[in-house]
């Protein structure tokens, strides 16, 4: 039983294009993260949600747009897509700020994104 | 600005010897540091982790080392096995100011010879 899973895993598509990639974590966390990770291999927070709460929000384009209809869903849009928005995008969940071990993160397996 | 450097891209090591990985970071208020272990088109597992008021914490093979002046954390694995043949991140977080936030290094890809 999947913690953290996300679809699709792989995903190929044109420049311009809009795409969704989602995520849902059934541990009964109260927070969600994207992250990303590039070419370079590093993993950069993008976006963290707590009980639907936008409480992280970095230095994205406003192209990608973070959805979350419950707790347990966390989904990211992204709109006119560039080649440069190629990636893995993954998806975490942890439990709050409010538990001890509040940053052990549970991760997915992650959303390849090709843009060509 | 990479608060969180792995600077060894890759290590070999014996299977049976001790495997040593560093991590260095920039921010004084980086105060949890977490290990997580990522094996291909998987996403990354949680290790081991430590707070900033401590110095070790040991976790069966795995033990991580803190040492806050040098602003420097160091995983060990003892002994290594096979399949520990993966990619380690390091990471950090300011809980007081970033809350749960982390920093990633660039990782270290471990292999482990049988």
């Known amino acids: 039983d999947t913690a953290v899973s996300q679809t699709p895993k792989y995903l190929v598509t044109q420049m311009g294009n809009d795409k969704s990639i989602k995520c849902e974590q059934n541990?009964?966390?109260?927070?969600m993260y994207w992250y990303k990770q590039d070419s370079k291999k590093f993993l950069k927070i993008m976006f963290s949600y707590n009980n639907k709460e936008l409480i992280i929000n970095e230095t994205v384009p406003n192209r990608f747009s973070p959805k979350s209809p419950d707790k347990a869903h966390l989904n990211l849009h992204i709109n006119s897509l560039e080649l440069g928005d190629s990636a893995v995008y993954f998806c975490?969940?942890?439990?709050?700020?409010?538990?001890?071990?509040?940053?052990?993160?549970?991760f997915g397996a992650g959303s390849r994104l090709t843009v060509l | 600005d990479q608060q969180v450097k792995q600077n060894s891209p890759s290590l070999s090591v014996q299977e049976g010897r001790i495997s040593i990985l560093n991590c260095d970071y920039t921010?004084?208020?980086?105060?949890?540091f977490l290990w997580y272990k990522k094996y291909p088109a998987e996403g990354p597992t949680f290790l081991i982790s430590?707070?900033?008021?401590?110095d070790k914490n040991e976790d069966g093979r795995f033990t991580v080392f803190l040492n806050k002046s040098a602003k420097h954390l160091s995983l060990h694995i003892v002994p290594s096995q096979p399949g520990d043949s993966a990619v380690y991140f390091c990471a950090a977080s300011a809980r007081k100011s970033s809350g749960d936030k982390l920093t990633f290094g660039t990782g270290t890809r471990l292999a482990v010879r049988p």
């Open positions: 921010n004084s208020m980086f105060d949890y």
């Open positions: 975490a969940s942890s439990p709050g700020s409010s538990y001890s071990g509040a940053n052990v993160l549970t």
């Open positions: 541990l009964g966390h109260d927070t």
């Open positions: 430590i707070s900033s008021i401590k």
